[in-house]
């Protein structure tokens, strides 16, 4: 073996190796940084929030999802049942990317939040509605925690209940109903 043939291949390695490392590189999905390509993005980040700090997701409203809330009493409490239309609940441990019609409901109660929903019922604990009226209130939220939103608004539904004196040990047949989505 002569020492120019031998030279020649290792040049010839060596240009292979640089070849695949660049194109490597340079041939990726992902962005300038090297990681995944980026999702789509989903409606439009405002600048106004929810009223708990969480920005609006602004969103189309032939293409926003849509949440109804019925209140009813049983036992210990009243049960919450969430209809959705255009929305599926995502699993737990999903990743902070808004993703179309898909997130959690919040679950308030005059304004408070009591719960993070990804299932369509609720068990809302009677300690938690004391006697009087209140409002209760599902929002539904994107996975990345801005609130999905219509014209500036946020969506939910909410359902008044009144609990009287009795109801507050033991709930009565005082129940709500809000908006449900309309039928498709």
């Known amino acids: 073996m002569t020492r120019t043939s031998w030279t020649r291949r290792s040049l010839a390695a060596l240009a292979a190796c640089v070849l695949v490392s660049c194109a490597a590189a340079g041939c990726g999905t992902g962005g300038p940084d090297g990681g995944t390509a980026a999702p789509s993005p989903v409606g439009k980040v405002l600048d106004g929030t929810d009223g708990g700090g969480r920005h609006l997701r602004e969103v189309a409203e032939e293409d926003a999802p849509e949440v109804g809330v019925e209140v009813t ?3 210990g409490g009243w049960m919450v049942r ?3 239309r255009r929305f599926r ?3 737990p441990g999903t990743g902070p990317a808004a993703a179309p019609g898909r997130g959690l409901a919040h679950l308030f109660v005059d304004g408070r939040r009591v719960a993070r929903l990804r299932a369509h019922e609720y068990h809302l604990p009677g300690r938690l509605v004391p006697h009087g009226t209140h409002h209760v209130t599902a929002r539904l939220y994107a996975d990345d925690g801005t609130a999905w939103a219509v014209r500036g608004k946020p969506v939910q539904s909410t ?3 009144t609990v ?3 109801e507050a040990d033991a709930p009565g047949p005082s129940a709500g109903t809000g908006t449900p989505p309309p039928a498709t």
């Open 73 to 75: 009493p049983e036992s």
């Open 82 to 84: 969430l209809t959705f």
């Open 89 to 91: 609940c995502s699993a």
């Open 159 to 161: 359902a008044d209940i």
């Open 164 to 166: 009287s004196d009795a």
